[in-house]
C-alpha cells in the first residue's frame, strides 16, 4: 500500500510539472511529464485530458507514432470514463479475428480439441477472453431469438 501512494505522490507532483510547463506553453515538456506521470497512475482521468490537449498544441509536423500516441491515449480515457467500450476497442486488435475464430471453433469442435484450442485462446490474453465472451453473448443472443 506504501508503494501505491509513493506513486500516486509521484505521479501528482508529475502532473504539477506538467501543468507548469503547459502554462508557459511547453507543450513537448508537459507531454514528458504527464506521460511519467500516466505511468504511475494510469487510473487518472484527467493526465489523458492533460496529455492530449498538449498533443493538439504541438507545433511541430506529426509523424506516424505522433497520431498513434494521440489515439492511444484518447482510447484508454474512454475506457476509464466507460469500461464498456474496452469490447470495442479489442475488436480493433490485430489478433481479435483470430480469437474469435477459436472461440467459434470452440463451440463446435470435439471434445479431443477442446484443450488446444483453449489454450490457443488463452494464450491471446484478454483479446481471447473478449472474443469468446463476444463469441458467447452472440450465440446466447440468437438463441433467445429462434427459441421466442
Known amino acids: 500500500m506504501k508503494k501505491k501512494d509513493d506513486s ?6 508529475l ?7 503547459f502554462a508557459k506553453e511547453k507543450w513537448q ?6 506521460k511519467k506521470a500516466i505511468e504511475l497512475a494510469p487510473e487518472n482521468k484527467e493526465l489523458y485530458e492533460k496529455i492530449i490537449k498538449s498533443k ?3 507545433s ?9 500516441d494521440i489515439v492511444s491515449w484518447t482510447m484508454e480515457q474512454q475506457e476509464l470514463l466507460e469500461p464498456e467500450i ?5 475488436k480493433f486488435s490485430e489478433n481479435w479475428e483470430e480469437a474469435a475464430s477459436l472461440a467459434t471453433k470452440l463451440l463446435i469442435c470435439s471434445q479431443s480439441e477442446e484443450s488446444e484450442i483453449i ?4 494464450s491471446l490474453g484478454e483479446i481471447g477472453t473478449r472474443a469468446a465472451v463476444d463469441v458467447l453473448c452472440a450465440f446466447k443472443k440468437d438463441k433467445e431469438q429462434n427459441d421466442g
Do not use: C, M, N, P
Not at 474496452?86 to 479489442?90: D, E
Not at 489454450?119 to 488463452?122: A, C, S, W
Open 8 to 13: 500516486l505522490k509521484k505521479a501528482k507532483s
Open 15 to 21: 502532473q504539477q510539472k506538467g501543468d507548469e510547463a
Open 29 to 34: 515538456a508537459a507531454i514528458k511529464h504527464y
Open 56 to 58: 493538439e498544441l504541438t
Open 60 to 68: 511541430h509536423d506529426w509523424k506516424k507514432e505522433d497520431l498513434v
Open 86 to 90: 474496452k469490447q470495442v476497442h479489442a
Open 119 to 122: 489454450e490457443k485462446l488463452v
